[in-house]
């Protein structure tokens, strides 16, 4: 049984900085994909970064993030994290771990190829 649990939310002025973390248990394949997903109220989730392992490793991240947020991944913890800079208010939301297995990059940034998930963590962004 995989478990994903988050942590590293809060609240955090624009232009301020956050790590959130998901530590997984249970994730033994060699062929899987962790992944953030965030969801502000009134609004679609919305894919935010990917780590995927396929022989080697890849990485994903949205436009909207790109250059800000980066995506990394401590095998050795089991724990994905996910480094915000340069917040700004349009990033708060609700900020989500997923994982599954034998996800293609065709298919990291889709939240219905994902089995797994954790309970997500709040970022607020605000002054």
């Known amino acids: 049984q995989v478990q994903l649990a988050e942590s590293g939310g809060g609240l955090v002025q624009p232009g301020g900085s956050l790590r959130l973390s998901c530590a997984a248990s249970?994730?033994?394949?060699?062929?899987?994909?962790m992944a953030w997903f965030r969801q502000a109220p009134g609004k679609e989730r919305e894919f935010v970064a990917a780590?995927?392992?396929?022989?080697?490793?890849?990485?994903y991240v949205s436009d909207s993030v790109k250059g800000r947020f980066t995506v990394s991944r401590d095998n050795a913890k089991n724990t994905l994290y996910l480094e915000m800079n340069r917040l700004r208010p349009d990033d708060a939301g609700l900020y989500s771990c997923?994982?599954?297995?034998?996800?293609?990059?065709?298919?990291?940034?889709?939240?219905?190829?994902?089995?797994?998930w954790g309970q997500g963590t709040q970022v607020t962004v605000s002054s």
């Open positions: 997923a994982a599954g297995l034998g996800l293609i990059t065709s298919t990291v940034r889709q939240g219905t190829a994902y089995a797994y």
């Open positions: 249970g994730l033994t394949s060699r062929n899987h994909a």
């Open positions: 780590w995927r392992r396929s022989g080697g490793t890849t990485t």
